[in-house]
T-cell receptor
Framework: AQSVTQPDIHITVSEGASLELRCNYSYGATPYLFWYVQSPGQGLQLLLKYFSGDTLVQGIKGFEAEFKRSQSSFNLRKPSVHWSDAAEYFC?????????????FGTGTQLKVEL | DGGITQSPKYLFRKEGQNVTLSCEQNLNHDAMYWYRQDPGQGLRLIYYSQIVNDFQKGDIAEGYSVSREKKESFPLTVTSAQKNPTAFYLCATEGRGYGYTFGSGTRLTVV
């Protein structure tokens, strides 16, 4: 069965600083990987996804992620954080069920941005 | 606008009561999912459905039931057998090209 580990429960960065959120996955086949963001009391919004091809994936809001098969990682990065980026971030891996994809989520990383 | 509508936004349940959470979509997506979210535990899959009149148990299906009579609708019933139902519930759909679209959630509280 697939699994996702987000080792950092909370991260605090200063506005304008760079950001990296870690994600490690476990999956037997080629993974489909995702990053989502959630504001308090809201649903999840897709930031970016990796299916195949270029291992550096660009997403919305200036985020990018790099797939590293040798390290089973899919870390999320942003060069300069804005105060509005404060939210909870979830990494997820998809397992093909034959008619859809079950997503398995990590436990999330709460990002706080200091002004 | 296409999207997913979850209702109500807040729901209160008395002990021993069944309650139903609504999820409606107009995205014409085949697959629909219900997740439960608890602080520090991420999202856990309750049930999912890939076509009308068919659904599968997820990782934490005990105490929950669903139906899928129409493509647009995938209601979740939290039964009295669910001993710890207080949580945030999220409905999602999946279209071609992978990636889920999420509703805005229902917060259920036992009173």
């Amino acid at each position: 069965a697939q699994s996702v580990t987000q080792p950092d429960i909370h991260i605090t960065v200063s506005e304008g600083a760079s950001l990296e959120l870690r994600c490690n996955y476990s999956y037997g086949a080629t993974p489909y990987l995702f990053w989502y963001v959630q504001s308090p009391g809201q649903g999840l919004q897709l930031l970016l996804k990796y299916f195949s091809g270029d291992t550096l994936v660009q997403g919305i809001k200036g985020f990018e992620a790099e797939f590293k098969r040798s390290q089973s990682s899919f870390n999320l990065r942003k060069p300069s954080v804005h105060w509005s980026d404060a939210a909870e971030y979830f990494c997820a891996v998809a397992a093909d069920t034959g008619g859809g994809n079950k997503l398995t989520f990590g436990t999330g990383t709460q990002l706080k941005v200091e002004l | 606008d296409g999207g997913i509508t979850q209702s109500p936004k807040y729901l209160f349940r008395k002990e021993g009561q069944n309650v139903t959470l609504s999820c409606e979509q107009n995205l014409n997506h085949d697959a629909m999912y219900w997740y439960r979210q608890d602080p520090g535990q991420g999202l856990r899959l309750i049930y999912y459905s890939q076509i009308v009149n068919d659904f599968q148990k997820g990782d934490i299906a005990e105490g929950y039931s669903v139906s899928r009579e129409k493509k647009e609708s995938f209601p979740l019933t939290v039964t009295s057998a669910q001993k710890n139902p207080t949580a945030f519930y999220l409905c999602a759909t999946e279209g071609r090209g992978y990636g889920y679209t999420f509703g805005s959630g229902t917060r259920l509280t036992v009173v």
